[in-house]
C-alpha cells in the first residue's frame, strides 16, 4: 500500500510564498511523483504543475513563471515551489503518483491567500 502525504499548506498573503512537499511511503517501490493538481471550491480539479519521464516539466499557463516543480533522484518525494501568490491560488493542492497503471492522490493540503 501506498500513502501520499502533503505538507506545507497555509494561510498566506496575496504575494507571499509557500512551499509544498509530497512523500510517498509504504510500499513505494516503482512509485513516480508525477505532479500537483488544485481544485477550489465550486471547480473541477485541475492539473498545477507535472514532472514528465524525461525530467521535463509542464505548468498551467496560470502559474507560469511563478511556481516550480521539483523531485528527488528516487522519484518519491516532490515539491512546488510557490510564489507571487494570488488569491485564485486558493485551493487544496494534491499530489499525484502512478505505478504502471495505478494512480495514486494525496489527501490534499489547504492553500487559502489573502487579498
Known amino acids: 500500500q501506498v500513502q501520499l502525504v502533503e505538507s506545507g499548506g497555509g494561510l498566506v498573503q496575496a504575494g507571499g510564498s509557500l512551499r509544498l512537499s509530497c512523500a510517498a511511503s509504504g510500499s513505494t517501490r516503482g512509485i513516480i511523483l508525477l505532479g500537483w493538481y488544485r481544485q477550489a471550491p465550486g471547480k473541477q480539479r485541475e492539473l498545477v504543475a507535472r514532472i514528465n519521464s524525461d525530467g521535463s516539466t509542464n505548468y498551467a499557463d496560470s502559474v507560469k513563471g511563478r511556481f516550480t516543480i521539483s523531485r528527488d533522484n528516487a522519484k518519491t518525494t516532490a515539491w512546488l515551489q510557490m510564489n507571487n501568490l494570488k488569491p485564485e491560488d486558493t485551493a487544496v493542492y494534491y499530489c499525484?503518483?502512478?505505478?504502471?497503471?495505478?494512480?495514486?492522490w494525496g489527501q490534499g493540503t489547504q492553500v487559502t491567500v489573502s487579498s
Open positions: 499525484h503518483a502512478a505505478r504502471l497503471t495505478f494512480n495514486y
